[in-house]
């Protein structure tokens, strides 16, 4: 018998109809856990759905408390796109307008851009305990959060002054889209990708102004924004990858997650020409080396007891067994994976105030596998988690790739690959 | 991206595969679309039930009389005789408590109120050696207030049946106003986890005490232990009535811990998970199934030696019924169940349906068929299988242990 494509029908856009009430979703929920003002992924996805196409007043304000985790979505045995619906139904439903403070906190990159100018004079001022007090009190950014330090130097800046020239050596080639946190916060990170490429045999290139992600704008209710930016990095991606034959590569499982999945299901915006070739560094690495096409040299002398935590979106991706096999690579490496639990911190979500406490909540039972894990440090694919876990646990984390650059024998890669 | 197996479908059948071959140093890979029927999981695994409407009392004797194309007649009764008493350490190693007997089923009492016939069943509930009587006379239903999930009614009714005299009474507490205030999220899992995590379980076992003043036993859903299986005996040693729990309508707490401890044991073996990803298409080179694609990974196809089939029922969409066809989605495998549609059904609802024998066809060693011809590296196991109707038999984790178990031993031979 031949073959057949299984294609439920449905009458909606997304497909709620496709819910059996199993209420498996509610299972895996980690705010319905800790904080029961939420109704949980079904009442707000599928069944409120149902709700709300009949009358828009069944929207309820609630919904502003899912982490948009999609641990729901993973879990659900019948593939309903249940975190896209209740964010399709914020956007189009809710009536709140974004606070001042939510401006702030969405816009990484004007902030990130002002920030940065003036690190040395902003990085101390937002640390004092008085000034955090205050945007407590008068911005609702939670007194306990830290901001993430500003660099002096942008990661942009750095790049056109040290490293653009080189990259035209190579005989092959990528892009870098380095997200809002590499640029303003940590530019070793991009740093750290630029020596790998260069010793795998790839040009590093930057691309024609990327704009930021705007996965902070979403989940703050700043569509309009949103889309202009979705729509302008989605031309940028294509001058790279359909006109110069180069593909997209980021170190944020967020950003990619984004214009990868968010971009078309929440913003309506088609992406079809980029999304195969925007991926993460470490998958196009893993790639390379599955092939046969890279085999990647390491020092001797690195050793490490390293803890691995999945954010929640490598977890909707799939993607973590790709930066964990790298890890693994590593000969010194003694590796273990943390249970596959959400950190809490969703990017912005965790800084208002009024989410603190179920912030903390749901990343409890993380933060005592991490404390009992015995690892020199976590390492993670996300930036948000990155901050979240070493606010709130004793142990430092690195990303991926800034492990593999440190690790890895550059002079014998190069020497493999750069012939 | 290459591994020894890779089985596709991570419910008890993909596990217990998993678990099977990563215990013999395989490199798996189980990749499942999402969550599977062992979160509806009664806390009971069937071995045979019934056979022509008849119950069973001693389930190898019988699997004799079944239908020569039945999986277990496929399996061959002296494996099905050493499997099945593997099964229960197999468990064990896992952190699984079940007993039970393959020469004798024992009976449980189901949330209808009625005795079933069973083969193993999870250390929370009470084992009964006979159908037609309860050990004690007056017995105490306990619900939470609000709890829409476990129908007292029909217990008292069927105890009845038991000379047995009941009384129902409700508890509230404030620890679960909570989740009270969303009348569908007063959930046997959520109530568990308010168990799971605090200072409730004291208050509970004194109020339960204090009311069951008078009674010979206590009789309360199984909202105990879903990360923590500690709460099970806790709450048994603290109850100083015999304690009898009874399943609640699904999701249940045991079967979802159940399927936790077996994803672990799984992950700690090597063994790597992918949840949340679904099996697109394979490719094939001279009757063997060389590589998968998966919608998570893309282009990176998935590459084994041995591949395993495990996706379930209809349930699961391991296979999928239209107005006028019945087709195995991932590979278009040959099924049974391809004939005329309006043959499919009995009028008459209760009767052993004909679809619900449908399934994937294979040769006797399990391998799974194109157009006649048997897939080399290609092996199938659980629900998915044609041949037996698990609910009217009370087959079904009987059929998902023991060909899965039967399958890997074909692959490590
Ligand atoms: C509601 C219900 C309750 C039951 N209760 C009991 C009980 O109490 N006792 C008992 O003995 N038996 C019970 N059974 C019988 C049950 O069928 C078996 O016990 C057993 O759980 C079936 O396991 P399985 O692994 O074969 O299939 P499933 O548990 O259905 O698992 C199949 C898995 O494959 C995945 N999958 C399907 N297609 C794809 C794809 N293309 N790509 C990736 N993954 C895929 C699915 O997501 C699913 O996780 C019950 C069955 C049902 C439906
Ligand atoms: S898991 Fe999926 S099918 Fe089940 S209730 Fe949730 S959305 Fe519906
Ligand atoms: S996306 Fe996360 S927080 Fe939101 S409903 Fe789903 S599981 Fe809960």
Sequence with gaps: MKKEIFEPFNVSDNNFEQCVKCTICTVYCPVLEVNPDYPGPKQSGPDGERLRLKDASFYDEALKLCLNCKRCEVACPHGVKIGDIIQLARIKYSKKKPKVRDMILANTDIVGTMASTFAPIVNPIVALKPVRRIMDSVLKIDHHRIFPKYAGLRFESWYRRYAEKKQNDFKKHVSYFHGCYVNYNFPQLGKDLIKIMNACGYGVHLLEKEKCCGVALISNGL?????????????????????????????????????????????????????????????????????????????????????????????????????????????????????SLCCGIAGTYGFKKENYETSQGVGKPLFEQIESSKADFVATDCETCKWQIEMSTSLKVQHPISILAEALDVEATMKLWNA | MKFDNIIIGGGLSGLTCGIKLAELGKKCAIVSSGQSAIHFFSGSLDLLGKVNGEEVSNPLESIKTLADNHPYQRVGIDNMTRLADEVPQFLDRAGLKFSGNANQNHFVLTPMGVMKPTWLTIEDFTRFETKDSFPWKKALIINFSGFLDFHTLFIKDGLKKLDVTTQIKNVSMKQFEAIRKNPSEMRSTNIAKVFDNGDALDEFAQKANDLSEGFDVVILPAVFGLLNKQIVSEIKAKILKPLVLLPAVPPSVPGIRSQILLRKRFQALGGTYFLGDNVEEGFFENNRLVAIATNNHGDIKLKADQFILASGSFYSKGIVATRDKVYEPIFGLDVNGETNGSEWKDEKFFNDQPYMHFGVKTDSQFHAMINGEPVENLFVAGSVLGGANALKEGSGAGISLLTSLHVAEQILK
């Design chain 1, 223 to 339: 569509i309009k924004q949103a889309t202009k930016q979705a729509l302008h990095n989605v031309e940028a991606f294509k001058k790279s990858i359909v006109d110069k034959n180069m593909p997209v590569i980021s170190t944020s499982s967020t950003c990619i997650f984004t214009i990868r999945d968010e971009y078309p299901h929440l913003l309506g915006i088609k992406n079809d020409e980029i999304r195969d070739e925007s991926e993460l560094a470490t998958r196009f690495l893993y790639r390379l080396i599955d092939s046969g096409k890279l085999k990647l040299v390491f020092k001797k002398n690195y050793k490490k007891r390293i803890a691995y935590h999945t954010p929640c979106h490598m977890e909707k991706l799939g993607w973590s067994i790709y930066s964990t096999s790298l890890l693994r690579m590593i000969p010194g490496v003694d590796f273990m994976a943390l249970e």
